[in-house]
């Protein structure tokens, strides 16, 4: 019980850093917006995914894009309290010792959840459609959801263990990148041999198609098992490794 | 229990550093202690030890009558602690941060509490902005305030006046003061012996990782040999102390 009190309370107050400065959702789903464009308007004429519009098949990715792009924004904030000995005073306080770790991942969803539907509704106006109910539309939302939950806690661990603001920040970029390297943009189909292996093993390729697949309308099949198992993976690694790093960080 | 901080053949070191080699120390109920060493004496780390943020290598320590080691629950519920860099939300108003404590202190009416502190520190005006745009003696005024919500029996203070303009200083030794006649308990440390002298009802003065003496100002006075030939008698000043038993016990 007064662990979720203390949650709530922390959460309020990360919550109202980002209202205050909303320009991080705004850069947070500006990058992801322009990829869009780039893709559907300049680049998207000479790709053949084979879907009938490109829009449609680049938006799994995009979304998996926004995700990584946000998180980063989770590991800055937890590297900025830290280094305000923000951290430590809570510790030194009676508060529920996972409470203060957990607000920073809650504040995590709730952006990045503003960041996604923001990305969509350019989507929208760009002409993406699609065929989901209610339960694919859930769906979709569950496998991104939890992808959220598995990267916000990887992102705990350099927000706890940086030295930098860039350092905190910096392990996005390979997350930022991993999409290229997938189904995210052209089918891997057209990639050479070691390249097309990679992207197919990766968690992204299995992660876009299962998202694909819903949006399309059709069911997902093994992508969305294959999906899940990695997402579980991913959470269950991260969340060990950052508890142990806020549990080193302060006694 | 009769003390509110013991402290009793305390270590630490980290890696080849032997910050701290065997601390005693004892803070009685209700009086001011001010713990004196020079930069890189250890203060910081014996107050982290007792305010549970930090583990001791040896040694027991005990707040409030609970073992820091055992029973660090209990020991937060007991202390708060002012770090030696102010730990204030820049993003929240002054005003904010102090319900944010008083609502994760479960005090009732956060939102009176909070205006009672700012008014207390003489922050009322500033309350309403940003702690962003507030002056190095604003935020540690507003760090000190937010330590004290909820009343908590004993208050460490790691360097309270550190960087802060004669005025700031002067207010905020009036606070500390003030808690104490409120019968709180207070082990603040200090770099600058006229803080120690104005402020403390004991003095301990911690070097080379222990403390060394321990007492009043009257009884660390009397450490010094009394003054012999002088024509007019002159009260030897802390530093002299100081410089006296640093020298006395001496380097190696
Ligand atoms: N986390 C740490 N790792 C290594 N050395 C440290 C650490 N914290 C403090 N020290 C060293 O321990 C000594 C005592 O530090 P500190 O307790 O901060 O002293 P004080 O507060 O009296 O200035 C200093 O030499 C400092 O450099
Ligand atoms: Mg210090």
Redesign the interface.
């Known amino acids: 019980m007064t662990a979720l ?2 949650t709530a ?2 959460t309020g ?1 990360s919550l ?2 980002i209202t ?2 909303p320009d991080t959702i705004i850069t947070t789903a500006l990058m992801p917006i322009a990829f869009l464009l780039l893709f559907v308007y300049v680049l998207g004429g000479a790709i053949d995914a084979g879907a009938a519009s490109y829009v449609d098949y680049l938006l799994p990715g995009i979304l998996v894009i926004t995700i990584a792009s946000s998180i980063s924004y989770t590991a800055f904030r937890l590297y900025l309290d830290l280094q ?3 951290l ?8 529920a010792r996972p409470s203060v770790l957990w607000s920073h991942v809650l504040t995590s969803l709730v952006a990045t959840s503003v960041a996604l539907a923001a990305v969509i509704a350019a989507a929208l106006v760009m002409g993406f459609r699609s065929d989901a109910g209610v339960l694919g539309w859930l769906a979709v939302a569950g496998i991104l959801g939890s992808l959220t939950l598995a990267l916000t806690w990887l992102a705990v661990i350099p927000g706890l263990t940086a030295t930098s603001p860039d350092g905190a920040t910096g392990f996005a970029y390979p997350l930022i990148l991993l999409p290229f390297v997938s189904s995210a943009f052209v089918p891997t189909e057209t990639m050479p041999g070691p390249v097309r292996w990679f992207a197919e093993h990766q968690p992204v390729t299995s992660i876009v198609d299962a998202v694909r697949a819903l949006l399309a309308g059709q069911a997902p099949g093994a992508d969305l098992w294959i999906a899940l198992a990695w997402v579980g993976a991913i959470l269950a690694v991260a969340y060990i490794l950052a508890t142990a790093a806020y549990r080193r960080r ?2 | 229990m009769t003390a509110a901080v013991a402290v009793r053949g305390i270590e630490k070191s980290y890696g080849d550093l032997h910050v701290l080699t065997g601390v005693d120390l004892e803070v009685a109920r209700g009086s001011i202690v001010a713990l004196l060493g020079s930069n890189g004496a250890g203060k910081t780390t014996l107050v982290r030890i007792l305010s549970t943020l930090l583990k001791a290598d040896a040694g027991e320590a005990s707040v409030a009558g609970h073992d820091v080691a055992s029973a660090p629950a209990e020991v937060r519920m007991s202390i708060s602690l002012t770090g030696q860099f102010a730990a204030v939300d820049e993003i929240l108003t002054g005003r904010e941060n102090l319900v944010l404590v008083a609502r994760l202190r479960r005090v009732p009416d956060p939102g009176g509490v909070a205006d009672a502190q700012l008014a207390r520190f003489g922050l009322a005006e500033a309350g309403a902005r940003r702690v962003g745009t507030y002056s190095g003696g604003m935020r540690r005024r507003l760090d000190i305030a937010m330590s004290l919500v909820g009343d908590p029996p004993v208050v460490f203070l790691d360097e309270p006046t550190t960087g802060l303009d004669p005025q700031a200083r002067r207010e905020v030794w009036a606070a500390v003061r003030a808690l104490a006649d409120g019968g709180t308990t207070v082990l603040l440390t200090t770099q600058t012996l006229d803080e120690a002298e104005h402020l403390a009802d004991r003095i301990a003065i911690l070097h080379e990782g222990r403390i060394i003496v321990d007492g009043t100002l009257a009884e660390l006075r009397a450490l010094i040999p009394a003054p012999t030939v002088e024509h007019v008698e002159k009260q030897p000043t802390l530093e002299e102390v100081f410089l006296a038993v640093v020298g006395a016990k001496g380097t190696p």
Do not use: C, N, Y
């Open positions: 009190t203390d309370v922390l107050r109202r850093h205050r400065s305000a000995g923000i430590e005073r809570f510790q030194t306080m009676p508060i302060i006694g």
